[in-house]
């Protein structure tokens, strides 16, 4: 007699009450999403099920989705599958219009449903991002709170499906809702894609995971005794233990296997006499135990379970009988054999599942290679009576059983799929579907042919495949050429001018842009030439050419009102805003951005409302406005996940460093870079943007060599460079080089910048780069050119009427005045920009100014160099605050030129916290608010400040702070 299936649940007791704890949580509207990993027979499903029988006692609703290994199911299955339970409890015509309207989003994946038709978005970014809005709507809109929702075997989850695992990560976080999802550890390798969601998941903090780990010899005696109602020596068990490794379903396989070989009772016995069991012919590995287990089955039986495995880990009851054959009380018996037997359950009614993955991987690897292509062949027929696969869920069925059984439509259902996969932006599967369509298609015609080549193409370009959409575009070109369609090869080559520009060869975007528009010539004014026109407003703006961008961007604004296309006049929103703000017109294009971004999300357009918001946050940064721009940052990192735009994330994270290191917080600079340098899957543009910020962290912390290391081949001569990259890249460069001494190295570089700002009108970029030019220029005897640097930031600074700008220009002045000997007026120019250093806490540039200021009163008259004593104090606290080694090192140098007093013995005396609450005391703070900036208590304040004053030996918080700035003792952040 077989030993039956232990219902106990050994040794995870710790583990459930995990879950128990994360259900808890979830129940008090703090959602997340728990992973339940560990190798494949582990116990996660057994976990799961005794976990879920507690939630639904509990009042839980429990919607349940599974991920299959093969291509049968399609794009978001597990998601389908929960919410399809979730509709079905209800008919479609009772659903509130709120819930209708979500679910006729994703109305292409549940074509049983009838909904309401919805308005067609153009945007493919929108449409993905409604779909990822419709789960999270549905999920959260779900009858019963709190609710769990069930993601099984998530490794072999889609692409699309893991990236709305991790858009849904977030959106329960305010919810009452449990994400439970398992997956294999041992599967990883097979499923790069499963690292990727981890890591992703894990740098966002949106995560908890219970792993399970093998059983102990202990808990596997107790799994033992459940399953055969005895207890068994613990020689036996520990035999049991180390053939097994712990892992329950293997370590049940092997007693059917020693219950089945009939000497059973003599091992127990050899166990108690102390002898080592004879394991003899025991199977050797875990597939090999379910094959032993499944060689006594009934022809019938064998067959019956021959044909569950070709159909997958799910099985209906109706499709089995079509394809076995069998009459139904046939059937019947077979089924109910195998359920005996352990190998399959009943999930629901007519629906069945094997017990485990691996017992169907087992028993389907055991099959000849012609027995499974008959066998696939026969499904395929079975699915194809069913109805029109276009009109069906089936077509990713129909494709996967196509191909295994080798079938001509083969080729036409993963075309189909591959469409279906499109429709509803899941891009990735789109890709496979339409590679195995090309390779299997035979006696296509020019226009069949081009058309699969360009949807190939389309699906690798939003993946980001630059290889393969490249080279199927290529070979449709030429097809569209003999076509006689002007308009595709313009589309095609105009998303090529996209890729180039992406990846950082802007030349070659330029050239395919001009391509694209010639491909126009003689074609009548339509949204083809449009879209060029706007696509090349875009890159002349990026490429600082102000006046071009205007030019191209009104042509095309005109013929998209013209043709009341809102989509470009959105887009050309976006670029006539930006270039008319870099030519200091600020209010006029924030207004214009403002409107794109409006526009865009009415339409709804999710890629230009990121955009849009992006490019409005960056204009706040050389502004100062730091807290706008973070805000619209994270605007702009909403609608940019919601569209599927993941380079608006890694861009506006590289953004985000700059403004901590503006602000005097390298560390958290530094992890915003390093996460960005990281992702392997990080587009050029923006990797090359991190590059040159973590430069500039390297150099303010006094590693000029680590900066020019990273930056030099980067921005060699003859690189195919933006005009963002060289104005961000070349003057961290030159500093960089002047660090090290190599004063004509560093020329160089501001020669380079000159060069391409002199062929182009002031901007607010050009004038951000050429104002750290000046000292290079002042060192090198080329103070000649420092007139045209001036020229351009007057003129920004005027057109702006911001402060930043104005702060670049009295400093750019201070140091010609510096150079030329007027000392009055290079103090007045560093009071003037300090003062904006300070107003806008920004702690590097206020103690770089200081010093400049310092260092042009030091030579001066006693009280000069008394406030320059001053000065360099606070220069030093300000400039410790951020670890600005370069300029501390400068500090040194003067005084010891001067002869002016180091920081003495008091400093030593002092400890660090002391000094950091003696910072903020010198800023006028009160002890509430050190507190809050030190994150201590009030009264752990109103201690350190008795005794620093003891220390001291002063008797006022005003002597102290005067005491502080004498001496150079204050430390810490700015409060």
């Known amino acids: 007699m077989s030993p039956h299936r232990s219902q106990a649940l050994i040794g995870r007791h710790t583990e459930l009450g995990l879950l128990r704890a994360h259900f808890d949580h979830a129940c008090r509207g703090s959602g997340r999403l728990v992973l339940l990993s560990g190798e494949a027979g582990v116990g996660k499903t057994h976990l799961l099920r005794t976990f879920l029988a507690t939630v639904r006692a509990a009042g839980a609703q429990v919607l349940e989705g599974t991920c299959y290994e093969d291509q049968s199911a399609p794009p978001y ?45 153009e945007d493919a970014e929108g449409r993905k991002g409604r779909i990822f809005e419709a789960f999270s709507g549905l999920l959260a809109r779900a009858d019963t709170a709190p609710r769990v929702l069930v993601l099984e075997d998530l490794h072999w989850a889609d692409r699309t499906s893991q990236e709305l695992v991790a858009h849904l990560a977030r959106e329960v976080e305010p919810q009452q809702t449990l994400i439970l999802a398992t997956y294999r550890t041992d599967a990883q390798d097979r499923t790069p894609a499963l690292g990727n969601l981890l890591e992703r998941l894990n ?47 293997y370590a049940e396989e092997l007693l059917y296997a020693l219950k089945d070989r009939g000497d059973f009772e003599l091992l127990v016995q050899a166990a108690q006499h102390g002898r080592a069991p004879d394991w003899g012919s025991l199977p050797e590995t875990l597939r090999d135990s ?48 195998l359920v005996q037997r352990g190998l399959i359950y009943e999930e629901a009614e007519d629906w069945y599942s094997f017990r485990h993955a691996l017992t169907r991987e087992a028993v389907y690897e055991s099959l000849l290679g012609r027995d499974r292509r008959v066998r696939h062949r026969r499904v395929l027929r079975a699915l194809e009576s069913l109805g029109a696969p276009e ?172 043709l009341q296309d809102e989509h470009i006049v959105t887009r050309c929103l976006q670029h006539l805003g930006m270039a008319r703000a870099q030519l200091g017109q600020l209010e006029h294009g924030q207004t214009l951005l403002k409107e794109a971004a409006s526009r865009a999300r009415r339409l709804p357009c999710y890629g230009c409302s990121a955009t849009s918001l992006f490019h409005l946050a960056l204009l706040h940064i050389p502004l100062g406005a730091y807290d706008q721009a973070l805000t619209l940052f994270d605007q702009a990192d909403t609608m940019g996940r919601e569209g599927g735009l993941g380079m608006i994330h890694s861009m506006q994270r590289s953004y985000r460093g700059l403004i901590h290191l503006e602000r005097g917080q390298p560390e958290l600079a530094a ?50 460079l933006g005009a963002a990259a060289l104005r961000l890249g ?76 104005g702060a670049w220009l009295h400093e750019a002045r201070g140091l010609e005045a510096q150079h030329a000997g007027q000392t009055a007026q290079a103090a007045a120019h560093y009071r003037a920009c300090i003062a904006v250093w300070q107003g806008a806490g920004l702690p590097f540039r206020e103690g770089r100014a200081r010093l400049r200021l310092a260092g042009a009163l030091l030579p001066g008259t006693r009280r000069d160099r008394e406030e320059a004593r001053r000065e360099l104090a606070l220069a030093r606290a300000l400039l410790e605050q951020v670890g600005a080694r370069a300029e501390l090192d400068v500090i040194a140098r003067l005084e010891g030129e001067y002869g002016l007093s180091a920081p003495g013995p008091e400093r030593e005396l002092l400890t660090r916290r002391e000094r950091e609450v003696l910072g903020l005391l010198s800023q006028g703070l009160p002890n509430r608010r050190i507190g809050t900036a030190l994150g201590i208590s009030e009264r752990t304040v109103e201690v350190h400040v008795t005794n620093i004053l003891a220390k001291l030996e002063v008797t006022s918080r005003v002597q102290a702070a005067t005491y502080a700035l004498e001496h150079q003792l204050s430390t810490g952040p700015k409060g």
């Open 290 to 337: 379910v094959l032993t287990r499944t060689a006594g089955l009934e022809p019938i039986e064998r067959e019956t379970l021959a044909y569950a495995a070709v159909l997958g880990r799910q099985f209906g009851f109706e499709l089995l009988l079509t394809v076995t054959g069998l009459s139904e009380p046939e059937l019947i018996r077979a089924m109910e054999a």
């Open 671 to 720: 992890a915003h870079f390093q996460a960005v340098l990281a992702d392997a899957a990080v587009a050029t543009v923006t990797r090359l943007h991190a590059t040159i910020f973590q430069a500039e962290l390297d150099l303010r912390a006094g590693h000029p060599e680590a900066a020019r290391a990273s930056l030099e081949p980067l921005l060699a001569a003859g690189q195919p």
């Open 730 to 805: 070349l003057p961290v460069l030159a500093r960089a080089r002047h660090a090290t001494g190599d004063l004509a190295g560093a020329l160089d570089q501001v020669n380079r910048l000159m060069a391409f700002e002199q062929a182009r009108v002031p901007s607010l970029d050009g004038a951000a780069a050429v104002y750290e030019t000046v000292e290079t220029l002042l060192a090198s005897g080329h103070s000649d050119h420092v007139g045209f640097v001036v020229q351009v930031l007057s003129q920004v600074a005027g057109a702006t009427g911001g402060a930043i700008p």
């Open 391 to 562: 009109q069906n869920n089936l077509l990713e069925a129909l494709a996967h059983h196509s191909l295994r059984s080798h079938e001509p439509e083969a080729a036409r259902y993963a075309r189909l799929a591959g469409e279906r996969a499109s429709g509803v932006f899941a891009h990735r599967e789109a890709v496979t579907f339409f590679e195995t369509a090309l390779s299997l298609s035979t006696g296509l015609n020019t226009r069949e042919r081009a058309d699969l080549l360009d949807a190939l193409a389309r699906a690798a370009w939003h993946v980001g495949d630059r290889n393969i959409s490249e080279s199927a575009w290529s070979e449709a070109h030429g097809l569209f050429a003999q076509l006689n369609e002007p308009g595709k090869i313009s589309e095609i080559l105009r998303y090529r001018s996209v890729t180039a520009f992406y990846h950082g060869d802007h030349e070659q975007a330029f050239a395919l842009l001009q391509a694209a528009l010639g491909a126009l010539c003689g074609v009548p004014p339509g949204a083809a030439l449009a879209l060029a026109l706007s696509a090349l407003a875009r890159l002349h703006q990026y490429q600082g050419e102000l006046h071009e961008s205007l030019d191209h961007g009104e042509r095309a604004m005109d013929l998209a009102r013209t």
């Open 77 to 121: 299955s597990p998601f389908v599958q929960a919410i399809r339970k979730l509709l079905g409890q209800r008919n479609d015509h009772e659903l509130p219009a709120d819930l209708a309207r979500l679910a006729a989003e994703i109305a292409p994946l549940l074509p049983e449903f009838s909904f309401p038709s919805l308005p067609v978005i």
């Open 203 to 249: 740098r966002e903090r949106r995560r908890d995971e219970v792993r399970l780990l093998p059983l102990s010899p202990e808990e596997l005696s107790f799994l033992a005794e459940g399953l055969l109602q005895r207890v068994l020596p613990s020689r036996l068990v520990d035999g049991l233990h180390g053939r097994s490794g712990g892992n329950p379903f």
